[in-house]
């Protein structure tokens, strides 16, 4: 049986670091840590249980279940469910929502600084048209993505953000012990950090990506689904660590940023103003490479499955490289003309698919103690699709909301526990198992072929 080497799975776990690590994941702590103060410990640990372990624990899920793709998890409640919750899951997480967006944050982040005032719209057209189609370059080679991100880009990150960091711990503005902690990090540090993290989304991230980690595990020569399991939980731990390390120094940044420095309106401000202390007029430069090259190579990554996934869910339409191009191109045009409308109407969707999604990772641990019956993830997706429906209705305009049937929709939401912290779907998931349970100990498993 083939193995791959340590190499292989650093690389491996390089590559999916890289294309989850987006610029989001680089602001969101800066900013918490300013706001925690003294209970950084508490609240980096807390964004990490969700921010971190929740991705792992949905990659790995996968790997036990013995799909292929999410589409082919997601066919184990419903064929129609799969393919409406695959296509919204690539496009929200894709051409309408997080690609476009990470050519607009690279530019706002990176560029405009320097760029002269009425000229933003011009130099953003060049820039958003230069960072699509160098992605799309790579993204159209998806069997070098180890090499693009693995072994260059993500390395090239984590050089110069190591820079910003080891400055920042040799000369340190203060100390986290020191510094007053802000809002709800002064009474409930964990929680709060905890509810951060799980605003990532990062679940839905993993669970894109999963399908361009197995299609390099197979161009690499792995085609045993036992072992494969093996190899994605490797790389997941690699992955794990990466992340908890980077996200408790990215929180310390901001902690100690505020010995010097006064509370940032948002994390791309504060690091900003952590780069120019530190680096002077350079640290903008920093600051740019920083943040570009987080949001490169997640678009290199979002073009690169969101095409494998069109063209998996769609094999007699367009090719491969035919979705790469309508990715890419499309994105394109959103950034520059209706990002704020797009973003919008993905949001909801974003909301609707999230709870479902969680709800099919915990159904996927469930049914593995039971040959993969399908009824464990059937009667989980049916208790939990109201709570998502709610999510995603409690995001839309006040006049919609207002409306006879959303109001109703609303309020039966908000009498669900943890609807206030974005939650809803904890209580109607867990009993979807529980009744799913109780039907297979009255009728027998069902033993699900996994070819």
Request: hydrophobic residues 55%; charged residues 10%; positive net charge.
């Amino acid at each position: 049986m083939k193995q791959l080497t340590r190499a292989q799975y650093f690389f491996l776990g390089s590559m999916l670091f890289g294309m989850m690590f987006g610029a989001g994941n680089l602001i969101f702590p800066v900013h918490l840590g300013q706001l925690a103060g003294s209970h950084f410990w508490l609240a980096n640990w807390g964004f990490i249980s969700t921010g971190v372990f929740m991705p792992f624990i949905g990659l790995i899920a996968l790997g036990i279940s013995g799909a292929t793709s999410v589409e082919d998890l997601a066919n184990r409640i419903h064929p129609t469910f799969s393919k409406i919750f695959t296509v919204l899951l690539y496009l929200t997480i894709g051409p309408c929502f997080a690609l476009p967006r990470t050519a607009s944050v690279s530019f706002q982040i990176g560029v405009a600084p320097f760029v002269p005032p009425g000229s933003e719209t011009l130099i953003m057209a060049l820039f958003t048209g230069v960072f699509m189609a160098l992605a799309l370059l790579m993204g159209l080679k998806p069997s070098k993505l180890i090499v693009y991100i693995g072994k260059f880009l993500n390395p090239a990150f984590l050089l110069f953000l190591a820079l910003l960091v080891a400055v920042a711990l040799i000369h340190p503005m203060g100390s986290y012990s020191a510094m007053m902690p802000h809002g709800a990090y002064v009474s409930q540090p964990y929680l709060t950090g905890f509810k951060e993290g799980y605003n990532t989304m990062d679940v839905l991230a993993v669970l894109a990506f999963a399908i361009v980690v197995i299609n390099t595990l197979q161009s690499l020569g792995m085609t045993d689904r036992t072992a494969m399991t093996g190899d994605i939980f490797k790389v997941g731990v690699i992955v794990t660590v990466l992340m908890t390390v980077i996200y408790t120094a990215i929180t310390w940044l901001g902690v100690s940023s505020m010995g010097a420095l006064t509370l940032s309106d948002n994390g791309g401000i504060a690091l900003a103003e952590i780069a120019a202390y530190y680096f002077g007029p350079l640290g903008q430069l920093l600051q740019a490479i920083i943040v570009t090259l987080a949001c490169f190579k997640t678009a290199i990554g979002l073009i690169t499955s969101c095409s494998e996934a069109f063209h998996t869910l769609f094999p007699k339409g367009p090719g491969y490289r035919t979705y790469c191009y309508i990715m890419a191109g499309f994105s394109f045009v959103v950034a520059n003309v209706g990002l704020t409308q797009i973003i919008s109407l993905a949001i909801p969707v974003l909301m609707f698919i999230y709870p479902l999604a969680i709800a099919l990772i915990l159904s996927t641990y469930a049914a593995y103690f039971f040959h993969h019956d399908t009824r464990f993830y059937k009667w989980p997706a049916a208790f939990t699709i109201l709570a998502a429906l709610g999510d995603a209705l409690s995001v839309l305009s006040p006049a919609i909301k207002e409306t006879g049937f959303v109001k109703t929709i609303l309020s039966f939401h908000a009498m669900l526990p943890f609807s206030a912290d974005g939650m809803a779907w904890v209580v109607p998931t867990f009993l979807g198992l529980v009744v799913a349970l109780i039907h297979v100990k009255l009728t027998g498993e069902k033993p699900l072929s996994l070819g």
